[in-house]
């Protein structure tokens, strides 16, 4: 028994905790093992408030030879890993006795250190060594593993646990249901969570949540719903982590309004909010670019005492800088006591959506410094941020800088960045640079991503080598709506309609359905080949086959349409036929027919709509001016041009380039010749001089340099 003395002196150690010393193990030293140790040295671990505290009860355990105790052992595990010292809590486990390794609790404890901290294959190890031991497991065994194993998707893994499960009788489980609902989810495969969960016996609301959550993560926004409704059919009330699930379900599926409206639903029947919920509800807030409804959230954030969690403060950031509010952005960023790289990156992003580059890049500058922080370097994502916002804003040049930077730095780009680099190469038609992309997309084994493959396909067709396009095409087998429209598109822009047309009656065929984008491509093919006939036909069957209700960018379509083919009367009635009003493009596209055409009195009409928009459209004054000129009524024509100088409108010149051995040259009319471009300029000159001195039977063509 433990004498008096004894206890006394574990009862001044329990709530005094002296420094450690040489003489804290002589303390224990008189001290004899007895069957209360134990429970005792349990009681005490559970007082420890740091791990110096818990190492001297630990060496107290030693001395006194409670360490013997499989009990005991399993909770110095657990309290090891809960500081992320696994390499303590392994020591731990492999220098207990013998004896230990009978009881499920002590390898519980190892396993569960291991799988909390990503050792997902040591965790699965374990259990095999922990099967050669004679040790089957419990209830709370099997959650651990099944959880290791869909962490790192291994299927065969998952189904061999799962017949461990039913053998040793845990199907009935309720901790081990929910693991195994949670598992297939994670595997995408919702028929078998939900055979699994049609089977348990007992369902608590986490089985409901579970199955709600794993339609959410594979996208499945109706089945969640479904799931969510039949809840309240059989009577069990959904709680806050329900509806988060519900809401994120709506989210990731890009169901933005509906996500707002179960979230006012919600409020209506006095769910109190979660953080989780509120950085759901801020990321759709800031994609809908609805700054009023974040702003009210942000109200929700404070109220609740939210306002201290990162990744909630994370999202107001996103959602200020999407916002507009870069400002408000800066100063939250600024204001928060603990950032992380989530934290850099949604800054970083504000700054490079919102066209403040300097600052962008300045922050990237300052997380490259922080060599303190080797978990704050800039990652994929907050380069291709900037990579991003520079691309978004027409700055080609300067995010293949930043690209370049970016592989300089060794960090490996995703597809997100290659995508963003192909659609930079697409707007400088820079073959050259997307076939060297293209290379990097198959050495790194990214051919298959389909974001990537539509990013190859609109490079390819964009710079006119449409072979290479159709092959990348061809060989894409998670083909998607934008995969066809790029196709579509990329034969339309280089006046291939037919080509154009046929993809589109291809991918009907091919089982997908044509969506409003779709019908914008293959109409402005039809307007840039002539294929007026065409281009009806496809108009009507948007509404009668599809049933797509035409926008003002299909009526854009329409109008280029007939009005490049000479029927500017049936264009001008399609404009007078709209359901909606006319923007100052539909009208600009008229008057450049009426300019093709020499139509001066439509034209007035046009630009005189165009004049009541206010546009701050450059082009159709001097449209209107050069017709003016071209049918000699000089002074209409100075003085639309005197009226847009009046307005202080610039035209913007149209730039030019070319690609020569890997570098990209601009030049625009009346602009000073780079260096290096003095010998086309001289070449021009004598092909000029050789044409106009060309002695044949028609008249002499006259080419202006």
Not at 156 to 166: D, E, G, S, T
Not at 321 to 345: I, P
Not at 588 to 617: F, G, Y
């Amino acid at each position: 028994m433990l004498c008096a003395s004894s206890y006394q002196r574990f009862k001044s150690v329990s709530f005094c905790f002296p420094p450690l010393s040489i003489n804290f193990h002589s303390q224990f030293s008189s001290i004899t093992y007895d069957e209360d140790l134990p429970d005792f040295f349990d009681h005490l671990l559970r007082q420890c408030n740091g791990i110096q505290h818990s190492k001297q009860v630990h060496s107290a355990t030693v001395v006194t030879g409670a360490y013997c105790s499989a009990f005991v052992s399993a909770r110095l595990v657990s309290i090891y890993s809960r500081y992320g010292l696994v390499s303590d809590a392994r020591k731990v486990f492999g220098s207990a006795p013998f004896e230990c390794y009978s009881n499920f609790l002590l390898w519980n404890s190892i396993i569960r250190a291991n799988v909390y901290h990503g050792y997902c294959i040591e965790a699965l190890q374990l259990y095999g060594k922990m099967r050669n031991y004679g040790v089957l497991g419990d209830g709370f065994t099997f959650p651990l593993l099944l959880r290791a194993s869909s962490n790192l998707g291994a299927f065969n893994m998952c189904k061999n646990l799962h017949c461990h499960v039913v053998q040793f009788g845990f199907q009935n489980h309720l901790h081990v249901g929910n693991e195994l609902i949670g598992m297939y989810a994670k595997l995408e495969r919702m028929d078998d969570a939900r055979k699994v969960f049609d089977k348990m016996r007992i369902k608590s609301v986490v089985s409901w949540n579970t199955m709600v959550s794993g339609y959410a993560y594979n996208y499945d926004v109706n089945g969640a719903s479904r799931m969510f409704h039949q809840m309240e059919l059989e009577g069990v009330e959904p709680n806050p982590v329900t509806w988060t699930s519900l809401l994120s379900s709506h989210a990731r599926c890009g169901h933005l309004e509906e996500t707002m409206v179960l979230f006012c639903k919600m409020r209506m029947k006095g769910v109190g909010p979660t953080a989780e919920m509120l950085a759901v509800v801020l990321s759709v807030c800031a994609d809908l670019a609805t700054l009023n409804s974040g702003q009210m959230i942000h109200g929700y954030m404070v109220k609740g005492g939210f306002n201290d969690y990162l990744f909630a403060k994370n999202a107001l950031i996103t959602l200020y800088g999407k916002g507009g509010g870069v400002g408000d952005a800066e100063k939250l960023f600024h204001e928060m006591k603990v950032k992380n790289l989530v934290s850099w990156n949604a800054l970083i992003s504000s700054f490079a959506e919102s066209g403040v580059y300097d600052k962008a890049l300045e922050l990237l500058s300052q997380l490259e410094k922080m060599e303190a922080y080797p978990e704050m370097k800039p990652n994929v994502i907050t380069w291709s941020a900037i990579i991003c916002g520079f691309a978004s804003k027409g700055l080609g040049e300067e995010s293949l800088e930043v690209f370049r930077k970016m592989q300089l730095a060794n960090v490996k780009a995703n597809s997100v960045t290659i995508a963003s680099v192909l659609s930079i190469c697409a707007m400088l038609a820079a073959l050259n640079l997307g076939r060297e992309m293209h290379g990097h997309v198959i050495r790194a084994r990214m051919d298959d991503n389909v974001l990537v493959g539509n990013g190859l396909i609109n490079m390819y067709t964009k710079c006119g080598s449409f072979k290479p396009g159709f092959m990348v095409f061809e060989k894409l087998e998670n083909r998607d709506s934008i995969s066809w429209n790029s196709m579509i598109a990329g034969y339309g822009t280089h006046g291939l309609g037919k080509d154009a047309l046929a993809t589109f009656n291809h991918m009907i065929k091919s089982g997908y359905r044509p969506d409003g984008v779709t019908f914008i491509a293959a109409l402005s093919a039809c307007s840039h080949a002539g294929l007026v006939a065409e281009g009806h036909w496809l108009f009507s069957q948007m509404r009668q086959n599809f049933k797509i209700e035409p926008e003002i960018e299909h009526y854009a379509c329409m109008v280029d349409l007939l009005g490049r083919a000479g029927l500017v009367e049936e264009a001008s009635n399609i404009i007078k036929g709209m359901p909606m009003e006319p923007n100052a493009y539909i009208w600009s596209s008229l008057l450049n027919s009426c300019r093709m055409h020499k139509d001066t009195d439509l034209a007035e009409e046009a630009a005189a709509k165009i004049s009541n928009l206010n546009s701050k459209i450059t082009g159709s004054h001097m449209l209107l001016s050069n017709i003016f000129a071209a049918s000699c009524r000089w002074e209409d024509s100075a003085r639309v041009r005197i009226s847009a100088r009046a307005k202080g409108l610039k035209k913007v010149p149209g730039w030019s380039w070319i690609e020569v051995k890997k570098k990209v040259y601009m030049f625009k009319a009346g602009y000073t010749i780079s260096e290096g471009l003095e010998k086309v300029d001289e070449i021009l000159h004598d092909l000029a001089f050789q044409i106009e001195n060309y002695e044949i039977d028609d008249p002499i063509i006259e080419l202006n340099v």
